[in-house]
Every structure is written in C-alpha cells, then in structure tokens.
C-alpha cells in the first residue's frame, strides 16, 4: 500500500506550481498564477482513469481525501468512478426543472474552460444579475420567447454588451437542459431576438492618451511606489492589466518576458504563451519594483495576493484624467501606424492579438521577437523621451 497523507494543510497553500502526490492515487495540481485543483488517479478494467476532485479554493484536503475514499472504495466493487459520478449527475439532473438549477447546473458543467474555473463570475453574472431574478423560478419548459424578450428588454438596448451576453448563456442553459433530457425551446432565444429587434448600441472603447502625451505621463510617474512603477511597466510593454498585475520572477528571463497562456484574455488551454521582449528601460523599472516583491509576484499587494485590478485606473481618475490604463495599448498601436513604418502583422503580434487564419497560423512559425525587440526599444525610446 502507498504511503497516505503525505501532504499538509500548510503545503497545499504555499507550495509552488506543479504536481503532488498525497498518496492512493489523489494528487495536488497547483497553477503558475495561483490556484489549484484536486484529481484522484485510479486503474479500472486495466485503464487509467483520471478524475477532478475540485479547486483547492473550494475543496479543502481533508475533504479532498475524504471524496477519494468514496471513489476508490468504488473501484474496489469494479465500478468506474467517473461513470457512476456521471450517472449520479444525470439522475439529480432529471429531478431539476428551474431555470436556476439549470443554469447553476451549466455553469459548474464549464468551469474547465473558464479562466480560474469561472470564479471571476464573469460567466455567470449576466445571468445573475438579469435574468434569474425573473424567470429563475420557472420550470425550462415554460419558458417561451415572450418570456426572454420581456426579461431582457429593459436593457437590450442600453446594456446591449451585458443583454447579448445574458441572451447566449441562457440560450446555453436551454441546450444544457435539453441534454438532461427536459423538454425545452432550443429556438426560444432565436425567437426572443426577432421580438426585440435589432439592438441600437454604439460600442465605448477604453478611452486611450493620444501618443504624443504619453512621454509627459510617464516622466510624472516618478516616485517609485508600486502603482507607478506598475503603469510604467504597462505603458512600456503594452501589455494588458492582468498579466501585468500577475507577473511573477520565474516568468522573465533575461530580456524576455513570457506570459502564460492561462492568463491571458481567451480560453487558458487554447492560448499560446506570449513572449514580450524587454527593453532596457522595461529592465530597469523591474529591478527598481523588485523591493516590492513577495511570493513570486513583481507587484504584491501590501496585505496579501497582487495589486487590484482597480490600482493603476484610480491613480489616473485621480489625477483627473479621461484615459485608463487599457487605454495605453490603443496609444501604442497608433504609435506604430502613425510614427513607424511597422508592419501591421508585427504590431498586432506586440499586443498579443490572433493575426491571420487557422491555416496562415499554422505555417507562420516566427513570432517576429527581434523585429518586436527594436519596435519595443522604439516604444521606450518615444516613451522616455529619447526619440530612438
């Protein structure tokens, strides 16, 4: 018999990314940029199966093992854990009828894809917040397109963002029950839009500081506090806030800067690293933020975990400024339109965008990094004043 409960309460929270062992078969994955899940390995029928166990946010280790006690005692019986899991969810799924139930049901059905297993609440808050209060409480199966438009028409026009957004998690949330086996409208959410026309919506870009008053913002970011070495490291990479906000040290190396896939803007296990080249003002403002750092991040907070996302936007309301921090990537792309002579390819691959079909993709093996190098040498140049 394997050695039981090798892990401890303090090791689960502090131990760094990778893969551990507690014994019989349950193993600890934690992630780079925090978090964590539980998965229990078991051999049935000669295959191995592997099974998650939940987030170590919501899953505690005593609870951990407690579960893979219950799942092994069942390969004991010859029975497969992960089909007697599903089938345990299909029969409570039959006794399911709400829309609440359904939609939470949906929701812990996808957390896999969602970034951080959807704690974010990205996902599920335009449910939340616009739908469920009104038709939480009626079975699927009554729910018709009537319904839908008369729930979402007071912001169809003026949250049209927050309205598509509940429009196609609920239409999910009807195909999900359809798969339970309940009797529902796949067409009601098509319906719905016919009602309520076609959305009158202007789009609002994150409002950006022309490039030309960069250089001055950035000179006035002279004190060395966190947030302001923070926004000189966002102007200078063009980087968006949270991969900043989640830099860790074991990220850089060298001059490179390489942002896991996971927490960049997209599906975790679908996005590709991004290696950002540092310029030599970049290095400078991190080894000036390194005081600041603890348990591996560039930018922690004061208390505990990394600065908010919230840090850097309040620092530039209060300076009375319209502009925002995501804001500084428009200022860099219309930067390299109207200054340089950069390819439009090379400038889209700097701020992390998909350039080019699945084909093109597929044949393009160069990430342009020494082209980027001197556009970012470039950047820091106009930034910093030097003109290079």
């Known amino acids: 018999m394997r050695a039981l409960n090798r892990l401890s309460a303090l090791k689960v929270k502090t131990a760094p990314p990778g893969k551990y062992a507690d014994g019989g078969g349950l193993w600890l994955h934690k992630r780079v940029g925090g978090g964590g899940q539980w998965f229990l390995r078991v051999t049935i029928h000669g295959r191995r199966r592997e099974m998650g166990l939940g987030s170590i946010q919501f899953v505690t280790l005593k609870e951990a093992r407690e579960s893979a006690d219950r799942w092994r005692a069942l390969v004991r019986k010859g029975i497969d854990p992960i089909k007697e899991r599903q089938r345990l969810s299909r029969d409570a799924g039959r006794s399911m009828h709400v829309l609440r139930d359904i939609a939470q049901d949906a929701f812990e059905s996808r957390k896999a894809d969602l970034k951080d297993d959807g704690r974010a609440g990205r996902w599920f808050s335009p449910l939340e917040l616009h739908v469920l209060p009104r038709l939480g409480s009626v079975p699927v199966s ?14 169809w026009h003026e949250k049209a963002d ?9 239409g999910i949330c ?17 319906k719905a839009k016919a009602l309520l026309g076609r959305q009158k919506h ?8 022309p490039w030309p008053e960069v250089p001055s913002f950035y000179a ?23 991969p900043l906000r989640l830099l860790r040290l074991e990220n850089i190396e060298g001059n490179v800067w390489t942002i896991p896939g996971e927490i960049q803007k997209g599906l975790r296990d679908r996005t590709p690293d991004l290696a950002i080249p540092l310029s030599d003002e970049a290095l400078s403002v991190i080894r000036q933020a390194l005081p600041h750092a603890r348990d591996g ?12 996302n919230a840090t850097m936007s309040r620092y530039m309301e209060r300076q009375g400024l319209v502009a925002r921090p995501h804001g500084f990537r428009s200022s860099f792309r219309d930067w390299c339109a109207e200054a340089t002579d950069t390819p439009r390819e090379i400038a ?5 965008h998909v350039v080019g079909g699945a084909v093109e993709r597929a044949y393009r093996r160069t990430d342009y990094l020494d082209q980027r190098r001197l556009l970012m040498s470039r950047w820091a140049g106009h930034v910093t004043g030097r003109n290079i």
């Open 348 to 352: 889209e691959i700097a701020l992390g």
């Open 220 to 242: 006035s970011l002279s004190e060395g506090t966190i947030t302001h070495l923070a926004l000189r490291l966002l102007i200078l990479t063009a980087a968006r806030s949270k």
């Open 297 to 308: 991040y560039l930018f922690s907070n004061i208390n505990q975990g990394v600065i908010s």
């Open 162 to 170: 927050t309205a598509r957004k509940a429009m196609n998690r609920l």
């Open 142 to 155: 009554q729910i018709d397109q009537k319904d839908i438009r008369d729930t979402l028409a007071p912001i």
């Open 174 to 190: 009807l195909q999900h029950a359809a798969a339970l086996g309940l009797d529902v409208d796949l067409q009601a959410t098509v």
């Open 202 to 209: 202007k789009v609002q870009h994150v409002p950006a500081m």
